[in-house]
């Protein structure tokens, strides 16, 4: 991964940005989006929406939004100015007016620049990163890379903003860029105070990984959950899917207990709400938001804390947030060119019924469960308490590692890991699942189960440890269990 680096003043304003305390987390996750070119907001569960601008057209899209945990949301569009056209970021307030729009910090030296190629917004609504494709002297090559500025106070025309080359579809993590390379791999800026304006970068997981490239990564702020958008080396986007899995201790690390998101036809744009109880994402049925995976059900297709909701059939590029709905019918601010208060499409689609607030919570599991059990009690079912945060669906499964299941000869369905740059990960075998849904915060019993091919070999299970994992939307735990 080449860069090319470019520091400028943005760096001598950049701990004092970004040193601020995180912004608050509001108490009901919303979805910036775009459809018909311009930018909408909605409630997760769709009930409530907003249309905030009007001047988006097919040749001048408003495009990218990411919407910080207070609200704050950034759009970009290009307009014309005198001598030519830029791309300008406008800032909208959590109610849905328009506080700001600041032409984007371009390099001198582009004469044809086309972007943003992906965009967000880091955790405290502050550092914004966009990726760019520009034409150098005569369009004789093609550059392309991320950018940084800020999402409320840069300069009139800045030029030569900081950045990294053959750096794609930037994330943050917290206040650390993540970004993809041109083979496909995925790296993460290190945890120094000067990020994100630093040229360091850590090795993530390499690509391809089963002729699978890594176009983008979103890291859940509460919780270890991470999504990994994929493409095929040999079909390119013409075969894509988004993972989820789960991140063991700091980024860069190990991602283990992946599954598939239901996505139908091409999927990207994931996002996780910033209190990890929600994840959304586009695909070919439009903008969707369910309840973020119980990453401890171990099934190959993601198990849903709540089921997807079709937000907009003819959205796209969804950004989970927290602005504020019930200003929403109030807010009387103007956007670029055009008045706020449109009246928005009729198409939800989808689930019907109540809002995704049933998805769980993400306060600590507290898991009651022995360190030894015996082969006469698994047979029967291992029943355990779980004391849980909120009400909602619980999952559990239980793993041996999967040299342990070839002898053993389960043949079941592995756990996969992705390990990071030098890991040697071992992925595991799911031999018990469980499972019960919550009415309420508090005790719940969840009794493990085998599975079929399990029961069939535990007479050779004596001596075998278990790791027993339970989930419940974001929060996650898990013990070892002794087979006796």
Not at 131 to 142: D, E, L, Q, W
Request: hydrophobic share 35%.
């Amino acid at each position: 991964m080449s860069h090319r680096t470019r520091l400028t003043a943005l760096a001598l304003v950049a701990t004092a940005a970004c040193a601020a305390a995180p912004s608050a987390v509001a108490a009901t996750p919303t979805v910036a989006y775009i459809d018909g070119n311009d930018l909408w907001f909605a409630s997760a569960d769709g009930t409530q929406k907003r249309q905030l601008t009007t001047t988006g057209t097919a040749e001048r899209p408003f495009q990218v939004p990411s919407q910080g945990p207070d609200g704050a949301t950034v759009v970009v569009k290009r307009e014309d100015f005198e001598g030519g056209s830029r791309p300008v970021l406008y800032r909208y307030r959590a109610d849905g007016t328009m506080q700001t729009g600041n032409v984007m910090p371009v390099y001198s030296g582009a004469t044809a620049p086309v972007y943003p190629i992906g965009l967000d917004m880091d955790w405290q609504s502050n550092a914004v990163a966009y990726g760019y494709s520009y034409c150098g002297f005569a369009c004789r090559s093609v550059y392309r890379g991320y950018w940084l500025t800020f999402s409320d106070n840069q300069g009139a025309f800045p030029t030569n903003p900081q950045g990294q080359s053959d750096a794609f579809f930037p994330t943050f993590y917290g206040k650390r860029v993540i970004s993809s390379d041109s083979g496909g791999s995925l790296f993460v800026q290190p945890d120094v105070a000067e990020a994100p304006f630093t040229n360091s970068y850590q090795g993530w997981i390499s690509g391809p990984d089963n002729n699978v490239n890594w176009r983008r990564a979103e890291v859940a702020a509460t919780g270890q959950q991470v999504a990994l958008e994929w493409y095929s080396r040999t079909s390119g986007d013409t075969a894509n899917g988004i993972y989820v899995g789960q991140h063991t201790g700091a980024i860069p690390g190990n991602v283990q207990n992946i599954c598939s998101l239901p996505t139908v036809g091409a999927a990207s744009n994931v996002t996780f709400s910033y209190d990890g109880t929600l994840v959304a994402w586009q695909d070919g049925e439009g903008v969707k938001v369910a309840g973020a995976p119980n990453l401890a059900a171990g099934t190959p297709t993601c198990t849903l804390s709540a089921p997807a909701r079709i937000i907009s059939a003819t959205g796209k590029a969804p950004h989970l947030g927290g602005a504020d709905p019930a200003a929403w019918a109030a807010a009387t601010g103007g956007t670029p060119g055009g008045s706020n208060g449109g009246t928005g499409s009729s198409a939800t689609g989808g689930i019907q019924g109540g809002s995704t607030q049933g998805a769980a919570g993400t306060g600590a599991l507290q898991l009651k469960l022995p360190t030894r059990t015996t082969r006469a009690a698994l047979r029967k079912g291992l029943t355990f308490t779980v004391t849980v945060p909120a009400a909602g669906r619980v999952d559990a499964s239980a793993t041996v590692p999967s040299s342990i299941a070839r002898r053993l000869h389960l043949r079941g369905a592995d756990l996969r890991v992705l390990a990071a740059s030098g890991s040697k990960a071992k992925a595991g075998t799911v031999v018990a699942r469980g499972r019960s849904t919550a009415k309420a915060a508090g005790p719940l019993k969840v009794t493990l189960r085998l599975t079929a091919k399990a029961r069939h070999q535990l007479s050779r299970m004596r001596g075998v440890t278990l790791r027993v994992q339970v989930s419940q939307g974001a929060a996650t735990t898990e013990r070892l269990v002794k087979v006796g």
